[in-house]
């Protein structure tokens, strides 16, 4: 069976060891119940690195009081079987006692960033995922970490975080990996309905066709969102969060489109909030 | 010369270097100026450590608009010459581009033992100073890092986010060096006139009095702060910030004294904000 280290005090020993033995530490952080996605970040931090840890940790903390906290799904046993299939070396499983004691008071905030897509409609949740991840790098202290390019502004917050911080991580975005139907792999996706997953492949449908308008010489972004919006609202299981085309650096929306654009978009399906994104440089 | 090291990237190689050969660092932040309260630090992380770091910043976030940045002492190369004669090994001197590089946007933040003392008169000094802490550790990556216990709050504060974030480093309060007269070794002693420099004692003089009245069975805190109060507002100079007896935990004041207590108080003598505590086991 995968070695589990589910104290700090064992991981930071641990990454020591690994470290002193001039070894690279590649981190894959999830929220468990792993998937294709997860695979390929495995895959990925394997290339990158000696040691591949997958932490498993579901983080209270960047759930909202009205999120799927307690329906998350979850499945160690799962979980860990496959881990050790995919080729990683170590599980890092930290229960909630042991990474909020009592008396917990710290927090990591990165401004700005964090203001706009995910950031406006789940206030609290990037605050709760840089404070988690700068603990998780703090405990496996990792040389390389690997992250799902599908959450796209968690990866900018957590590369302006590590710059910011000086930390001494590389943050690695890897692509998205998908159904053959274009549907984004993600745990949430199981609380799909039959209708409802018939449907959710609309986002990404909807971000190819604005990526197609862009490469045809579109320039507005209200032209642009609005084609990708139609799209959506014909799936009548969908409510759109947010469809927005923003610059890649600030995450800012930009009423005519230049320079390197994210196509980014939330939707609803019943239990299920769906995220997916996609990058397009105007020529 | 002692080596001199400006940049992060340089820091983490330096770091990593002394790590893979089994060298335990020792880190000692300053902002500079250094006297010999930092010199007493000095020798204790080379006590605790094989290569001791002294890091010079003074860092502009936490210092709040109406305090003394622009004024607060400098001397590099005093304070260079300083690190060799007390046995330091290297000096970490990054400037505050490299520090806090436009588009900075992050912040670790210690709730809750940062509303109380020197956290009320100086809102935002604690955020300032665990981000930049926070920032220091990730640069030179001590296994200890010695801080001074005239900075009682700023201790606990530090040793709270090192807990809470997982980070793996020891923090160590050495104990607050005095002149002959009892007033505590400070780079803003230098502020004084020759007639402030004579009443400054009465800061010690009053936590003594404390200590003492408690040591004799008093309870009260209000008893035990005014008859503190009074000996500092005998000194015609002298503005009390604040002067109180919190419980050595929270830092919260405590109608009745009981448990680990805190005596701590911050000062005005003219230009000077001058902070001092010790502390008392109430039997």
Redesign the interface.
């Known amino acids: 069976m995968i070695e589990v280290v589910q104290t700090?005090s064992k991981m930071?020993q641990v990454a020591?060891r690994l470290?002193?033995a001039?070894q690279r530490i590649g981190l894959v952080p999830t929220m468990g119940y792993l998937h294709e996605g997860h695979l390929s970040l495995i895959s990925r931090a394997i290339q990158l690195s000696d040691r591949v840890v997958v932490s498993i940790f579901v983080n209270p903390i960047q759930f909202g009081p009205n999120d799927d906290l307690s329906a998350y799904p979850r499945d160690l046993d799962r979980d860990l079987a496959l881990i050790e299939e995919f080729g990683a070396h170590l599980a890092y499983v930290p229960d909630a006692e042991q990474m909020y004691?009592a008396?917990?008071?710290?927090?990591?905030?990165?401004?700005?960033?964090t203001d706009h897509l995910c950031g406006l409609s789940r206030p609290g949740h990037f605050k709760g995922v840089?404070?988690v991840v700068?603990?998780l790098f703090?405990?496996v202290?990792p040389h390389v970490a690997v992250f799902g390019q599908k959450d796209a502004q968690q990866v900018l917050v957590i590369q302006?975080?590590v710059?910011?911080?000086?930390?001494?991580v590389d943050v690695v975005a890897s692509p998205t990996i998908r159904e053959p139907d274009g549907l984004a792999k993600s745990s949430r996706n199981v609380y799909l309905t039959p209708e409802e997953r018939e449907q959710a492949p609309v986002l990404y449908r909807a971000l190819e066709r604005g990526k197609q308008l862009i490469e045809e010489g579109h320039r507005s972004a209200h032209h642009v969102v609005r084609e990708m919006r139609a799209i959506i609202t014909r799936a009548p299981h969908a409510t759109i969060e947010y469809l927005e085309a923003v610059d890649m650096e600030g995450l800012a929306p930009r009423p005519h489109l230049s320079g390197r654009i994210l196509l980014a978009g939330a939707v609803l399906f019943g239990k299920a909030r769906l995220i997916d994104n996609i990058s397009v440089d105007v020529p």
């Open positions: 700090v930071h020591d470290r002193m001039g004691p008396g917990y008071a710290t927090h990591v905030d990165v401004e700005g960033l840089t404070t700068a603990k703090a405990a202290k302006r975080m710059r910011d911080l000086n930390l001494d």
